[in-house]
């Protein structure tokens, strides 16, 4: 049974940092794409981060470039989201999620087979 399991999420200010974090069971990591989604209210679930397998390349959202990062350890089957300079508009549930799609479809959602149950991340003043 494949497991993603999404931790790190939070209150903050704008201007802090928070890292997110997603362990994954029942699957070849290292053979999967990796990605960072997120969802706000009244808005369609939206790209935020890949990892291309096995960890070659990262792709990222124009909205979050040069803020956050995210990386991937395929031995603790391990995925991150290091946000930095959090802003308002980052206030979202964050989920990961897992794919073997083309690489063309790596920013769209309907290609992620595997889903987490989503972290909540909060940035208020």
């Known amino acids: 049974q494949v497991q993603l399991v999404e931790s790190g999420g939070g209150s903050v200010q704008p201007g802090d940092s928070l890292r997110l974090s997603c362990e994954v069971s029942?699957?070849?990591?290292?053979?999967?794409?990796m990605a960072w989604f997120r969802e706000a209210p009244g808005k369609d679930r939206e790209f935020v981060a890949a990892?291309?397998?096995?960890?070659?390349?990262?792709y990222y959202a124009d909205s979050v470039k040069g803020r956050f990062f995210i990386s991937r350890d395929n031995a603790k089957r391990m995925v991150y989201l290091q946000m930095n300079n959090l802003k308002s508009d980052d206030t979202a549930v964050y989920y990961c999620a897992s794919s073997t799609a083309v690489l063309s479809a790596i920013r769209q959602p309907e290609m992620y087979r595997h889903w987490g149950q989503g972290t909540q991340v909060t940035v208020s003043s």
């Open positions: 990892s291309k397998r096995p960890g070659s390349h990262e």
């Open positions: 029942g699957l070849t990591f290292s053979n999967y794409h």
